[in-house]
């Protein structure tokens, strides 16, 4: 059955795009390129790249690349495409090492890296950068708790990527609620 529905949910995570007056990529053309590239149920959340679809295993593992290829190519921009499936996405839900401390949804984020840093990259990050904020890095994953918000930590995606040589994109809490709900 879900072959015939064009594989398991996932979602693309893209980063920097529609931030103010930079990177602008209309949704619905975006949800049109990942239908041409044979992407099924393709919808978006908001309108800073969070696309959630159906594809196949084999059409999952190269989307990535197809989709920032193809945004170079018709916008000029360079953007980064980290995917993860529905099973990925509800397990970054399910050990979010920051919710036992009873924090609000908007001061929990999560930064999606495209690939598993070294170890001693994750050693050597400092946990003191950016006081009182606090993470955890989980696999592929950063969790952030900034209770003061995440506009004035210094705990940025260009801190993590020079840091863990990867790239990341960072979502709220309550976006990645959404996402995995979509997929449900």
Request: aromatic letters at 8%; charged letters at 20%.
């Amino acid at each position: 059955m879900t072959a015939r529905l064009g594989g398991e949910f996932r979602v693309a995570l893209l980063r920097g795009i529609n931030l103010g007056s930079s990177n602008r990529l209309p949704m619905p053309a975006l949800v049109a390129m990942f239908e041409a590239a044979g992407c099924v149920d393709v919808r978006h959340y908001i309108q800073s790249g969070n696309i959630v679809f159906r594809a196949n295993e084999k059409l999952g593992a190269r989307l990535g690349s197809l989709i920032a290829k193809r945004i170079a190519a018709d916008y000029g921009y360079d953007v980064p495409v980290i995917l993860r499936s529905a099973a990925e996405l509800r397990e970054v839900l399910r050990v979010n090492p920051f919710l036992d401390r009873g924090t609000e949804g908007k001061t929990l984020h999560v930064a999606f890296l495209a690939a598993e840093p070294d170890p001693a990259r994750v050693s050597a990050l400092d946990a003191k950068r950016s006081p009182p904020d606090s993470f955890a890095v989980v696999g592929r994953e950063i969790y952030l708790y900034c209770p003061n918000g995440v506009g004035q930590t210094k705990l940025t995606n260009a801190y993590f990527d020079a840091k863990l040589g990867t790239t990341s994109t960072m979502r709220n809490w309550n976006t990645v609620q959404k996402l995995v709900a979509m997929m449900e």
